[in-house]
């Protein structure tokens, strides 16, 4: 069925099929609470099914794998279940899109899943592509070898699931963290109705931002309503402009009748009551003029071909002192008139005039302006104040007392006030004033919605919201996310930063698969709102089923006694009509599985998922059963490119393992790239991966067929002490979630540890048997069908995967007797560049090891001789010590006692040989021996010295 990988010729597959068989067979991965025994749960996000999991899903998987089996080593119960997200309108739409006869879609997933065609005829309905998909991503992880238990396997539509989903917002809705109300969202016109990220292509979540709109009002009657961030400027408008090439409407906008760009009026239709009334080009309006709301001046309207009708309102203001783009094209029109509103310390009267200047700006096409807005922007914004003259240029158009009224109350609350104070107060008044208004928009548009319509923002009545910006939520979930191990830890900032910024948010659609609302069942919970607290689920749903439990009798009184222990079990159990016994049982799972400890995902998901997750445990469940971990991880680019389906290159993970096998593909997503960082997965890397691991399965086999001697000399002790060292480290790094680092030692340090011992030995001795098998349980983790291979060649049973981990003894003395012989033949092979006629090393041993050990504690010579080391080795040795790498110091600090003669004694035949010289050794202080070169005297400790003759 598969080929063999390219330049190995060990056939992965077929030992692959062997152990996923066996293992499924001995229902080795389908635990059960254990009372007394330690639990380790972990989750990765189940994918949606609207396509088969691909490589950037199987890294996801792969690294809550390894800490699954890692975890199973060091004597945990480990739970690693799995679902299929079938909610939402990601699976919805795919299916419509291949109904519709798309046949970029059909030849999409003939490409990548190698669908055949009759199957591709029936995916029009969604059900059955979802079930297509699911079949196909559970064939797939388990041909990558996860330890998965797929007897609580679920997907989002099971009638048992709706039950969950619906206590769910019942107790949301409870507590008052679901609310109706008129709101902000992004929105497909097409769709009517509300989307998020999960909605959207490329699942960009919509940033809806608000423009300030100033009504200017023009001498024809007509009102021009300019769109701004920066509501103060009013105060230095000189011009409007407007784009004449632009499609312009004169539409009436809450009965008032505006001038504003096409696009302006088709978005703000969504937010308020629009009619157009006439269609016509930009060029028509230029020319006239407008007064300013504010200051009373009249103003003309100028051309402008920068201005984009698709931002805001296709009517901007101009404000030359203080914007390069206008203080540029009035330059360029000839037209420079300059109104100063805001001083900042660094920049004279005309900032925005000033920058141009000194970036050498050409005109208004020059790209730099960019660059130069951003200056101004920000140092007006975070420095600048607004100028006390301002107030005396307001209200020119108006009658008194009506403008000493409006000049007293800027004198008292805008001149001289820091421009982010002066900005809200001025948007405030205009709105108050009626001379103002506001307008949503998409601010990282253009967004759009899965069917291919651009997202708008539209202004919801009565729509369902999850409050996430209620302060006490918030405050709960930072609470439940400083009581988390986050890892990255640098991703703490964007969960702290999403708490803070997340608002009302609509949590359900009008149409896709799912739950309905339980007070409202037009409206279908979203894929995001039904996916926050899942986890619980897998952890009662298997005994749900053994039970023989209906859907029915899973009502609010079951969660409720089920998740939080509220109720009495055997008034539960009669009112559902369930036997008591089984119900605790429920309970009983629950309360052994929960709390969560690690949930893995992409990067991607922390400010969406995730950050639900967070905050729907922290409203949903007591404090002792919030998760306790997360780990997220970085991208998967395939041979340096984002996959995309457009350019063909998603690689669906099943593929992948036919292609590379399992254990090359999962070893080279190990060791490509540290947990946080993005992974580029090369085929080439995998292909010498696969070879890599095929020495590795020769060399453990053909070692344990040599192995013809008994008996434990120092190189069987030291390669015992290494390999304890590397799976100590290996322990600790995966303890981190440092998966990389745990792969490098254990699939990359011991192998070469271990033909190091070969190189030491003629015959391998049978006490390496013992390492031998330590290292198969230690690559388990990563490797874990080869490591079963091993184990059972090696003459183990049942399972790697149920072994401890490996508790080696380890001889620090003798990991630092080889470490410091092979620094010395380092040493010696450098002299000998200078005496390539050499034939014999003498070398002398200065056998104070206290000495070193000072030497490697000290922070300066001084502290070194009062530690009893002589004056006159003092200052060498400290310079010794200080070139000294951190392993080798740690060993020196560990090791009580050191007899660095018999060390080398014992290693003279392993010098000689490594060497290729005769070797001979003295005690420094063996006042008979020879001083050859005077290196006898010379010698210090752990820094031999040596004369070649
Ligand atoms: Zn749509």
């Not at 404000?319 to 001083?343: F, N």
């Not at 930072?478 to 640098?490: C, G, Q, T």
């Not at 070879?691 to 434990?712: C, F, M, P, Q």
Request: glycine share 6%; hydrophobic share 40%; proline share 6%.
């Amino acid at each position: 069925m598969s080929e063999l990988p390219r330049g190995a010729s060990m056939d992965f597959r077929q030992i692959e099929e062997k152990w996923q068989r066996r293992w499924a067979e001995a229902r080795v991965f389908e635990p059960s609470p254990e009372p007394g025994r330690p639990k380790f749960f972990i989750t990765a996000a189940y994918p949606y099914p609207n396509g088969a999991i691909h490589i950037g899903h199987g890294r996801t998987y792969l690294i809550a794998d390894i800490m699954a089996r890692y975890h199973r080593h060091k004597g945990y119960n480990v739970l690693y279940p799995m679902g299929f997200h079938y909610t939402g309108t990601p699976i919805l739409t795919v299916a419509e899109s291949i109904a519709a006869g798309d046949v970029h879609a059909m030849e999409d997933f003939k490409a990548i899943y190698d669908v055949p065609e009759e199957e591709l005829r029936k995916m029009g309905d969604p059900l059955y592509l979802a079930n297509y998909f699911r079949e196909l991503s559970k064939q797939y992880m388990k041909k990558i070898g996860f330890s998965i238990d797929w007897t609580r396997e679920f997907t989002t539509i099971d009638p048992e699931y709706q039950q969950f989903i619906r206590w769910q917002f019942k107790k949301l809705y409870d507590k008052g963290l679901l609310v109706k109300g008129r709101h902000p969202v992004g929105w497909c016109p097409k769709h009517q109705m509300p989307v998020g990220a999960h909605d959207t292509k490329d699942d960009k979540e919509p940033d809806i931002g608000e423009w300030a709109l100033i009504y200017f009002e023009g001498e024809d009657g007509l009102i021009y309503p300019t769109a701004t961030l920066r509501p103060e400027t009013v105060l230095g408008v000189t011009n409007l402009w407007i784009n004449p090439e632009g499609d312009y409407a004169v539409a009436e906008v809450d009965g008032r009748k505006m001038v504003l760009s096409l696009d302006a009026a088709f978005k703000l239709s969504f937010q308020r009551k629009v009619k157009t009334v006439e269609r016509t080009k930009g060029s028509s309006f230029v020319g006239r003029r407008v007064r300013n709301p504010v200051t009373g001046e009249l103003v003309p309207i100028y051309p402008a071909p920068f201005v984009d009708v698709k931002t805001g309102t296709g009517v901007v203001m101009s404000v030359p002192a203080h914007a390069p783009y206008d203080y540029a094209a009035l330059r360029d029109l000839g037209e420079v008139k300059l109104i100063p509103l805001i001083s900042v310390e660094g920049y004279g009267e005309y900032p925005a005039k000033e920058v141009v200047e000194r970036m050498g700006i050409r005109d208004q096409r020059d790209a730099r302006l960019e660059d130069a807005t951003k200056e101004v922007y920000m140092a007006e914004f975070s420095r600048g104040y607004m100028r006390q003259d301002v107030a005396d240029r307001v209200g020119l158009h108006l009658p008194e007392p009506a403008r000493s009224l409006l000049r007293g109350f800027f004198a008292a609350f805008i001149a001289g006030r820091p421009v982010r104070e002066a900005r809200d107060r001025i948007k405030a008044w205009m709105e108050a004033a009626g001379i103002g208004g506001g307008m949503y928009e998409i601010m990282n548009k253009p967004v759009y919605c899965r069917c291919g319509t651009e997202i708008v923002v539209k202004v919801l009545e009565d729509q369902w919201f999850l409050n996430y910006g209620d302060p006490n939520w918030k405050r709960a979930t930072k609470e439940l996310l400083a009581s988390m191990r986050i890892v990255p830890d640098e991703a703490r900032p964007q969960f702290e930063a999403t708490i803070d910024w997340l608002d009302k948010r609509a949590c359900a659609r009008t149409r896709g698969l799912g739950t309905p609302l339980p007070w409202d069942p037009t409206w279908i919970i979203e894929s995001l709102s039904d996916s926050t607290i899942y986890m619980a689920y897998y952890t009662v749903i298997r005994r749900i089923r053994e039970l023989g439990l209906k859907p029915e009798q899973l009502t609010e009184a079951f969660w409720d006694y089920v998740f939080l222990g509220r109720g009495d079990a055997a008034e539960v159990a009669r009112a559902i009509g369930a036997d008591e016994k089984a119900l605790r049982a429920v309970r009983e799972e629950f309360s052994y599985w929960y709390p969560l400890d690690l949930r893995n995902s992409g990067k991607d998901l922390i400010p969406n998922h995730l950050t639900f997750f967070l905050f729907n445990h922290a409203a949903i469940f007591p404090r002792e059963l919030w998760p306790r971990g997360i780990v997220a991880n970085g991208w998967v680019l395939v041979e340096g490119e984002k996959m995309s389906k457009s350019k063909r290159n998603v690689l669906a993970l099943g593929k992948a393992v036919d292609q590379f096998g399992a254990d090359p593909l999962r070893a080279t997503l190990a060791t490509s790239a540290e947990v946080d960082q993005d992974l580029d997965f090369r085929s080439s890397a995998a292909r010498s991966v696969a070879k890599h691991l095929e020495d590795i399965y020769n060399l453990v086999i053909s070692t344990a067929e040599r192995a013809a001697r008994d008996g434990e000399g120092l190189p069987e002790m030291w390669l015992r002490s290494e390999a304890a060292s590397l799976m100590e480290k290996a322990a600790r790094a995966l303890d981190q979630v440092s998966v990389r680092q745990a792969a490098v030692y254990v699939l990359y340090d011991m192998r070469r540890a271990l033909e190091r011992y070969l190189e030491m030995v003629d015959v391998p001795s049978r006490a390496v048997l013992e390492v031998l098998k330590a290292w198969a349980v230690a690559m388990e983790p990563f490797v874990p069908h080869l490591a079963e291979e091993l184990w059972e060649r090696l003459g183990e049973r049942p399972f790697a995967a149920k072994a401890p981990w490996p508790r080696l003894a380890a001889d620090r003395r003798t990991l630092l007797a080889v470490r410091y012989a092979d620094r010395l033949v380092e040493d010696i092979a450098g002299l000998r560049e200078l005496r390539k006629d050499a034939k014999r090393a003498v070398i002398y041993v200065n056998n104070n090891f206290a000495w070193i050990k000072a030497a490697v504690k000290a922070r300066d010579v001084r502290e070194l001789i009062s530690a009893g080391v002589p004056g006159e080795v003092a200052k060498r040795l400290f310079d010794v010590a200080r070139q000294m790498d951190d392993d080798l110091k740690a060993l020196i600090e560990e090791v009580e006692d050191f007899d660095e003669y018999s060390a080398l004694a014992e290693l003279k035949t392993f010098l000689s040989r490594e060497l290729g010289m005769e070797v001979d050794i003295y005690r420094a202080d063996d006042e008979k021996a020879p001083d050859l070169g005077g290196k006898r005297r010379a010698a210090l400790p752990l820094r031999a010295g040596v004369y070649l003759e």
